[in-house]
Protein backbone atom coordinates (compact mmCIF):
# COMPACT_ATOMS: atom_id res chain seq x y z
CA UNK A 1 0.00 0.00 0.00
CA UNK A 2 2.81 2.13 0.34
CA UNK A 3 6.10 2.45 -0.61
CA UNK A 4 9.61 3.90 1.02
CA UNK A 5 13.15 4.85 -0.59
CA UNK A 6 15.64 6.18 1.51
CA UNK A 7 18.16 8.48 0.55
CA UNK A 8 21.69 10.49 2.28
CA UNK A 9 23.59 7.97 3.17
CA UNK A 10 27.30 8.40 3.08
CA UNK A 11 30.73 8.11 4.29
CA UNK A 12 31.04 11.50 7.14
CA UNK A 13 33.56 12.25 10.01
CA UNK A 14 33.34 11.86 13.55
CA UNK A 15 31.21 15.30 14.48
CA UNK A 16 29.73 15.57 11.29
CA UNK A 17 26.39 15.12 9.88
CA UNK A 18 24.04 13.72 7.80
CA UNK A 19 20.20 14.10 6.61
CA UNK A 20 17.90 11.02 5.59
CA UNK A 21 14.77 11.27 3.59
CA UNK A 22 12.41 9.16 2.72
CA UNK A 23 9.91 9.27 0.05
CA UNK A 24 6.45 7.63 -0.05
CA UNK A 25 4.27 6.78 -2.33
CA UNK A 26 1.12 4.79 -2.51
CA UNK A 27 -1.07 5.69 0.69
CA UNK A 28 -1.44 8.93 1.94
CA UNK A 29 1.08 9.34 3.88
CA UNK A 30 -0.20 11.28 6.89
CA UNK A 31 -2.07 7.78 7.68
CA UNK A 32 1.64 6.53 9.09
CA UNK A 33 3.12 6.49 11.57
CA UNK A 34 6.77 6.39 10.93
CA UNK A 35 10.22 5.07 12.28
CA UNK A 36 13.96 5.04 11.44
CA UNK A 37 15.95 1.97 12.27
CA UNK A 38 19.51 0.72 11.98
CA UNK A 39 21.12 -2.77 11.31
CA UNK A 40 24.75 -2.97 12.14
CA UNK A 41 26.71 -6.12 10.56
CA UNK A 42 26.06 -8.87 13.47
CA UNK A 43 23.36 -6.34 15.51
CA UNK A 44 20.07 -6.79 15.59
CA UNK A 45 18.05 -3.98 13.70
CA UNK A 46 17.57 -1.34 16.23
CA UNK A 47 15.06 1.54 16.64
CA UNK A 48 16.59 5.11 16.19
CA UNK A 49 13.51 7.87 16.17
CA UNK A 50 9.68 7.49 15.13
CA UNK A 51 7.49 10.43 14.29
CA UNK A 52 3.68 10.83 14.70
CA UNK A 53 1.39 11.45 11.71
CA UNK A 54 1.13 15.25 12.20
CA UNK A 55 4.82 15.51 12.90
CA UNK A 56 3.78 17.08 16.34
CA UNK A 57 5.35 14.14 18.59
CA UNK A 58 9.26 12.79 17.63
CA UNK A 59 10.50 10.00 19.68
CA UNK A 60 14.38 8.59 20.13
CA UNK A 61 16.12 6.08 21.17
CA UNK A 62 18.64 6.97 24.23
CA UNK A 63 21.60 6.46 22.02
CA UNK A 64 21.17 9.14 19.22
CA UNK A 65 18.76 11.71 22.09
CA UNK A 66 19.89 15.29 21.41
CA UNK A 67 21.75 14.44 18.16
CA UNK A 68 19.26 13.09 15.97
CA UNK A 69 16.03 14.91 14.88
CA UNK A 70 12.77 13.29 12.73
CA UNK A 71 10.57 15.57 10.98
CA UNK A 72 7.78 14.83 7.74
CA UNK A 73 6.89 16.92 5.49
CA UNK A 74 3.16 15.16 4.64
CA UNK A 75 2.68 17.82 1.46
CA UNK A 76 5.45 16.19 -0.17
CA UNK A 77 5.16 12.75 1.49
CA UNK A 78 8.85 12.72 3.32
CA UNK A 79 10.33 12.26 6.48
CA UNK A 80 13.34 13.58 7.19
CA UNK A 81 16.46 12.29 9.99
CA UNK A 82 18.81 14.48 10.96
CA UNK A 83 21.79 13.32 11.77
CA UNK A 84 24.51 15.62 13.74
CA UNK A 85 27.70 14.80 16.26
CA UNK A 86 27.39 11.73 14.44
CA UNK A 87 29.68 8.68 15.87
CA UNK A 88 31.47 5.73 14.67
CA UNK A 89 28.76 3.60 16.50
CA UNK A 90 26.19 4.91 14.10
CA UNK A 91 27.46 3.11 11.47
CA UNK A 92 24.70 1.35 10.06
CA UNK A 93 22.28 0.72 7.36
CA UNK A 94 19.37 2.86 8.02
CA UNK A 95 15.47 1.85 7.07
CA UNK A 96 12.47 3.95 7.06
CA UNK A 97 9.66 1.92 8.05
CA UNK A 98 5.64 2.92 8.18
CA UNK A 99 3.10 1.61 10.90
CA UNK A 100 -0.57 0.51 9.72
CA UNK A 101 -3.25 1.71 11.76
CA UNK A 102 -3.43 -1.21 14.28
CA UNK A 103 -0.35 -0.96 15.58
CA UNK A 104 1.13 0.49 18.87
CA UNK A 105 4.66 -0.64 19.82
CA UNK A 106 6.71 2.23 17.85
CA UNK A 107 10.01 0.74 19.19
CA UNK A 108 9.73 -2.83 17.75
CA UNK A 109 10.45 -3.80 14.10
CA UNK A 110 7.82 -5.95 13.89
CA UNK A 111 5.43 -3.57 14.28
CA UNK A 112 5.74 -1.68 11.10
CA UNK A 113 3.92 -2.69 8.05
CA UNK A 114 5.84 -1.48 5.05
CA UNK A 115 9.76 -1.16 5.08
CA UNK A 116 12.40 1.13 2.53
CA UNK A 117 15.26 -0.87 1.37
CA UNK A 118 17.82 0.87 3.35
CA UNK A 119 21.18 3.46 3.09
CA UNK A 120 24.58 3.18 4.34
CA UNK A 121 25.45 5.34 6.56
CA UNK A 122 29.24 4.88 7.56
CA UNK A 123 31.06 7.33 10.17
CA UNK A 124 34.73 6.92 10.16
CA UNK A 125 36.75 7.72 13.39
Known amino acids: QVLLVESGGGLVQAGGSLRLSCAAS????????TGWFRQAPGKEREFVAGISKSGGATFYADSVKGRFTTSRDNANSTVYLQMNSLKPEDTAIYYC??????????????????WGRGTQVTVSS
Open 26 to 33: GRAFNSFF
Open 97 to 114: AAQGPNSHYYTLAYEYDF
